[in-house]
């Protein structure tokens, strides 16, 4: 059974970027920030998980091995659904196989049961851990936050090139004149290859300014 302390917030800001650093160092993390967003039915200013007791990374049966996960010990779940679990739930319309090219190749579904979980509302932090709640908070508050230090001497690359992004809007833009849409979605990538970054960092990095 996880332990429970609460402790004060005296700087969300900072602690935030400690979190995400801190996070970092397992191989199951996953830091929800609203970002001062009020528009949640509880006014989470962090929400935050780390460490698994038990996880499932599935491309098939998704939805059942969350399922069986749960019913296991049910408790907290973090994680995620990728884009591609379209193709399980919507099959008739996502039949084809998809042959895009994919550099990341996340996992159609992946969840966890955290070892530790990070909440901060009001002016307090709360945290749920299998461990010493107080070792926790103090491992946390006692990280150094470096900036990132940028990125040199590095291309940034598009999947689609400018040619082929026009044609495609203007191919969209007439669907949507004929009434065969009325509102899509249309993303690309950006991309640098080889290449060695910190993520927290960057992740704070790109949170900052976003």
Known sequence: MRKTAVFP?????????????WAGNFFSALCLDPNEYTGFVKPYKL???????????????VFNAIKLLFDK?????????SYD?????????FSKPDFRFDGIQFSKGYFFRPDHIIEASGNSIAIHSFENPHDIFESISSITVIEF??????KVQQRI?????????????????????????FCQEFFIENILVDPPLLFNRLNEIS
């Open 9 to 21: 917030a005296r700087d969300i800001q900072l602690f935030k970027k400690q979190l995400n650093i």
């Open 47 to 61: 929400l935050a998980a780390a460490g698994e007791q038990d996880a499932i990374d599935c491309n098939q049966d």
């Open 73 to 81: 010990s049910p408790d907290w779940l973090f994680g995620y659904f």
């Open 85 to 93: 679990l379209k193709q399980e739930t919507e099959k008739k319309l």
């Open 149 to 154: 230090p940028g990125i040199k001497n590095k």
């Open 161 to 185: 090139s400018m040619p082929e992004y026009l044609k495609t809007i203007a191919l969209l833009k007439s669907h949507i004149t004929r009434g065969d849409i009325y509102e899509i979605n």
